[in-house]
């Protein structure tokens, strides 16, 4: 799909925009300038790809069912913690003074 500018130009046009471009930019410097915008093309397209990459991975994730902890687990796990607490209680405390 081209732009409605670009497709009224034509080749005398084009000829003009290179000639101002070669006389702004030297002709050492357009093959840098190309080179520099190629890359951040590039960068800026990988950069896009991952952050819907990254998108499709959260949404794959939200669309899995949350993980239930079994209630035995959860009972086991405060009666450890309740056993801790008393230990911690009985442990003779040395004096600090």
Not at 30 to 54: M, S
Not at 74 to 79: I, L, R, T
Request: cysteine-free; overall charge negative; hydrophobic content about 40%.
């Amino acid at each position: 799909m081209t732009s409605p500018f670009i497709a009224n130009l034509g080749t005398t046009e084009l000829l003009i925009i290179l000639a101002v471009l070669i006389l702004l930019f030297g002709a050492t410097k357009l093959p840098e300038l190309a080179r520099g915008t190629g890359r951040a093309l590039r960068i800026f397209k990988a950069e896009t790809k991952g952050l819907t990459d990254d998108d499709d991975d959260a949404a794959a994730r939200s669309a899995e069912a949350p993980r239930q902890i079994p209630s035995s687990r959860v009972d086991e796990s405060s009666e450890a913690a309740e056993a801790e607490r008393a230990e911690r209680e009985r442990a003779p405390r040395g004096d600090l003074s």
